[in-house]
């Protein structure tokens, strides 16, 4: 049954069209700021913000039984379908907070917005944050084809989305961000949204929490709303506050982010005799022997056929093949049912001591100066380039520090943070891809540990291999192995792959159950364990919000993971688009090899006019992000300049991939990059990210503002731009300082 109400507002009549299974009078909520109506029966919600035209924000789900109604101006409380549900709506200045409580376990729809809703365009948390007009239809279809349906933990970086109305805006914050889900569908020229939260079997009784805030024009005043509420609740850390628990991260100011590769024991360069190399390689000697039993057959084929002095693709083939032999033994030692992270620890080392007495004539004397992308020639490489600041992650894993302590060494002694690539998100069975060393714990972690569904099945793990874990079970295992090849390898920083990445799991085994706020809870625990016990400053994947807390830095947030599914970016090898694989393991084609990105992804993630620094008005001076690994400076040929302009507009660090190969052809770019970047980090990160503006009408001269005073202007065209009386040369970034001092970075062509 439809039921209308008349109602003035400022002089202004306005005709409200609210729905009822019962007829219910509507719930008037108002203060001088704004009056809302609400339809207890379907939550139905409209606006009117004052001075304003009036937002249906929802159109109401479906007609439930309404009782216990009690209402006053500022709150009201009722129940749907005989005390099935328990609802309350309080308005504090710019807040509509609701409360849903439920009596058993069970889905339920509370938001259906309509298209209209958005008005100018929808403010959206994916990864950074975006800006989709609403007449976007790029964008409008990549939401409908592309995502349909979102996991507010997971697929959003914050637990938000907004709605721009020119003078206003109109932000939902999930103050309770688990179990929900987003689903879009077209509506008219825009998209519709529909918001539900499952009550689970381990948790039913708690509440669902929302918030509808009243912002002004600003579009970042969801994020500044939601930064101001983490604060309130004791839930914000700063960088700061976080530094003087773990000392080391100061290093992390100013840092630019890199991943080395080639982590086997030695290079083509550490062998200076391959007569003597390939005579030993084919002896009865034991560990000669071992190795061979490893060898692929196309690195029989070349050790079977290589000369005396063997061609250079032999020589690279014999040296990857004798690195991945050393491996797979290393790995044998521990890749058991139970595993002994001590002996994991101990075996690299031991198995060096038996490489330098076997082969100790055919490479050069010094086992300390081995190895390729890790090595002590590539930290001295580094230091001389005079970058002084530097994180730089292990892209294979923790065995490269494991084979060579010297180089990690030298690094920390260079003044930078050296982590391994690791991860407890995983476990697979033994004998399954042993060169995914990370995810092998044995058989009764693999077993014991799984996240069980609420059906009894084993949650599948990445890729749909072995089982996601629950981080309560690994934390033993986790503490065990990060202090055991810390001590070895002597890494100062640490990477935990997925655990910042809002990916979290209701567990429903017997005997310890786990809800997705307390997985939340434990992946923290962990980072902060790791920070401030082993005084490692740890980040981790993306930096969701959701499990930000106790990480430093999060790799990600900036260009997240693209494309993934997409046949030809990943399968097709003939394509422009294909992005490349795992292999070789000293330089990986999937994070070297320089592509073009399709139209449309371009056009998704780096068109700048539809980017948005949300994150950073949250998080600029708590965690810091860049790029995923999959998608560095250098990895996109025809997005180098928006990737590179943006990146330095928000103040955060550009992330690169190195190997033996590679490096001196990076090491320019990488000193032009912290040119500009360092010096302003330095006096940045420590700072709220507080504004942000367009300042040309086509949106490709735009504004960041700091809490110090701090401006940066961005031009993203082709043209010089001028806003107030001052130029800003093309594609370029001009930082304002506090200190009254001007610096310019034009970015150059990559392609």
């Not at 917005?113 to 008005?119: E, T």
């Amino acid at each position: 049954m439809k039921k209308f109400l008349l109602f003035s507002l400022s002089g202004t009549l306005l005709l409200l069209a609210v729905f009822s299974s019962q007829a219910q009078a509507a719930i008037v909520l108002e203060n001088p700021l704004w009056h809302i109506v609400l339809d207890p029966g379907t939550l139905a919600i409209r606006v009117t913000p004052a001075g304003a035209a009036a937002v249906q924000v929802s159109d109401g789900v479906g007609s439930h039984r309404v009782a216990a109604l009690q209402s006053t101006a500022d709150q009201a409380g009722w129940q749907w379908d005989d005390g099935a549900y328990r609802i309350e709506a309080k308005l504090s200045e710019r807040d509509l907070m609701l409360t849903v409580r439920a009596n058993a376990a069970g889905a339920l729809t509370l938001i259906r917005q309509p298209g209209s809703a958005i008005g100018r365009g929808l403010i959206l948390p994916l990864a950074e944050g975006h800006y989709v007009a609403r007449d976007n239809k790029v964008w409008n279809d990549f939401i409908l084809q592309k995502m349909g349906r979102l996991n507010t933990t997971q697929d959003l970086s914050l637990p938000l989305w907004g709605m721009d109305h020119g003078k206003f805006s109109l932000h939902w914050l999930l103050t309770n961000p688990y179990n929900n889900q987003l689903d879009f569908s077209a509506d008219g020229s825009g998209l519709a949204l529909q918001a539900s939260h499952t009550f689970t079997q381990l948790a039913p009784d708690t509440p669902m929490t929302l918030t509808l805030h009243l912002g002004d024009g600003d579009l970042l005043a969801g994020a500044k709303h939601y930064r101001a509420w983490l604060l309130a609740e004791g839930r914000f850390e700063s960088l700061a506050e976080k530094t003087a628990k773990s000392p080391g991260a100061a290093k992390l100011i100013g840092a630019s982010h890199a991943y080395l590769w080639g982590s086997g024991l030695i290079a083509a360069k550490d062998v200076r005799s391959w007569p003597a190399f390939l005579r030993i390689l084919r002896s009865k000697n034991p560990l000669a022997i071992d190795l061979r039993r490893h060898f692929a057959p196309e690195s029989r084929k070349a050790l079977a056929e290589a000369g005396t002095n063997p061609a250079r693709y032999q020589e690279k083939i014999l040296v990857g093949a004798f690195n991945a032999g050393l491996n797979s033994l290393a790995r044998e030692a521990w890749q058991t049912d139970a595993p002994d992270v001590n002996r994991l620890a101990s075996r690299y080392g031991e198995l060096r001591s038996e490489v330098a007495r076997a082969f100790g004539a055919a490479l050069n004397a010094d086992a300390k100066d081995w190895g390729g992308g890790v090595s002590g020639a590539t930290m001295e490489q580094l230091r001389k380039a005079g970058l002084a600041r530097l994180w730089l992650g292990l892209g294979e894993g923790w065995e490269g520090g494991l084979w060579h302590p010297e180089a990690i060494a030298a690094g920390v002694k260079a003044g930078y943070l050296l982590a391994p690539y690791d991860s407890y998100e995983t476990a697979l069975p033994r004998g399954h891809n042993p060169d995914w060393a990370t995810a092998h714990f044995g058989e009764k972690t693999y077993r014991d540990c799984a996240i069980v569904l609420d059906d009894g099945r084993f949650k599948t793990g990445f890729n749909g291999f072995g089982h996601y874990t629950n981080p309560f079970c690994m934390r033993p295992l986790m503490e065990a192995r990060v202090r055991a090849v810390q001590e070895k390898a002597g890494f100062n920083s640490w990477f935990l792959d997925v655990t910042a990445a809002g990916m979290l799991f209701d567990d429903y085994r017997r005997r310890a159950a786990m809800t997705m706020a307390q997985n939340a809870y434990a992946n923290a625990a962990s980072t902060r364990w790791i920070s401030e016990d082993r005084q490692l400053p740890a980040g981790s994947e993306d930096g969701n919000a959701v499990t930000a807390q106790g990480i430093f830095f999060a790799h990600g947030m900036q260009t997240p993971v693209i494309g993934w599914g997409d046949k030809e970016m990943q399968k097709d090898k003939k394509s422009p688009y294909y992005l490349g694989n795992y292999y070789p393991p000293e330089e990986p084609s999937n994070m070297f090899k320089a592509v073009p990105l399709k139209a449309l992804y371009r056009s998704i993630h780096f068109d700048p006019a539809a980017r948005l620094p949300l994150y950073q008005a949250v998080f600029h001076d708590s965690v810091i992000t860049t790029h995923h690994w999959l998608f560095d400076n250098l990895k996109l040929t025809n997005v180098r300049r928006e990737n590179e302009l943006a990146q330095l507009l928000y103040n955060v660090p550009p992330l690169f991939h190195l190997s033996e190969g590679t490096l001196a052809s990076r090491l320019p770019l990488m000193q032009r990059q912290d040119a500009f970047f360092r010096p302003l980090h330095e006096k940045l990160a420590n700072q709220a990210l507080t504004g942000f503006r367009w300042l040309s009408a086509d949106r490709l001269l735009q504004q960041t503002g700091f809490a110090d005073g701090t401006m940066q202007v961005a031009n993203f065209s082709a043209e010089e731009r001028s806003f107030n009386g001052r130029r800003f040369p093309p594609y370029s970034v001009t930082a304002l300082t506090a200190d009254g001092k001007t610096t310019v970075f034009v970015s150059e062509d990559g392609r």
